[in-house]
Each structure stands twice: as structure tokens, then as C-alpha cells.
Nanobody
Framework: QVQLVESGGRLVQAGGSLSLSCAAS????????MAWFRQTPGKEREFVAA????????YYADSVKGRFTISRDNAKNTVFLQMNGLQPEDTAVYYC???????????????????WGQGTQVTVSS
């Protein structure tokens, strides 16, 4: 069983930056694809970004491309989401997820990620 714990969410002003972290324990972190999602009340969970096991492959939602960057440190069992140019519409609970499937397969089915964290709140004020 893989446990994921997100951190770094807080209130930030529009135009600001924020870095989220997701620490993993259990399993073999360096072999898993990782991803970030977000969700606001009354809406479905939305894919944000994904990264393959090595960090050499990434995939972004169009809504965050060019503003957000996903990265990972396999030595620290941690995946990051650097968010720049934040806007009020980025306000959401942000979740990280892990999955053992090959990245090319996983990226087409990210909403069915194997393991999920509990989320961290990001609020962007206008």
C-alpha cells in the first residue's frame, strides 16, 4: 500500500507562485508514474499534470501548460508541482496520485490512478 501526503497549499494572491509537495511512503516510488489533480466543490476531479518514473516524461492539462511544472525527486520519494501565474480559477483542493502502470498507458487513464493522497487546499485571491 502506498501512502501519499500532500503539503504546501495556502492562500496566495493572483499572479503569485506556490510549490506543492507530495511525499510517498510504501511501495517503490521510483517505479511509479505520478500525477497531480484538482477539484472544486460540485465539480469533477480535474487532471493537472503527470510525470513518468524517471522524470523524463511529463504531460500537462492545457489549462496549466506553461504555468505549472511537475517534477520529482526519487531519492526523497517526493513529487512537486510548481505553480506560477496563479489565478482565482486555480483555487481547488490539489491531490497527488501514484500508479504502477507504464506512462504511455497511464496518461490515457489518469483518473483511475491506483493511489491517492488526501489533498491540500490552494486558494488564490483576486
Amino acid at each position: 500500500q502506498v501512502q501519499l501526503v500532500e503539503s504546501g497549499g495556502r492562500l496566495v494572491q493572483a499572479g503569485g507562485s506556490l510549490s506543492l509537495s507530495c511525499a510517498a511512503s510504501g511501495g517503490t516510488f521510483s517505479s511509479y508514474a505520478m500525477a497531480w489533480f484538482r477539484q472544486t466543490p460540485g465539480k469533477e476531479r480535474e487532471f493537472v499534470a503527470a510525470i513518468n518514473w524517471s522524470g523524463g516524461g511529463t504531460y500537462y492539462a492545457d489549462s496549466v501548460k506553461g504555468r505549472f511544472t511537475i517534477s520529482r525527486d526519487n531519492a526523497k520519494n517526493t513529487v512537486f508541482l510548481q505553480m506560477n501565474g496563479l489565478q482565482p480559477e486555480d483555487t481547488a483542493v490539489y491531490y497527488c496520485a501514484a500508479d504502477p502502470r507504464r506512462f504511455n498507458t497511464y496518461r490515457d487513464d489518469v483518473l483511475n490512478s491506483r493511489w491517492w493522497g488526501q489533498g491540500t487546499q490552494v486558494t488564490v485571491s483576486s
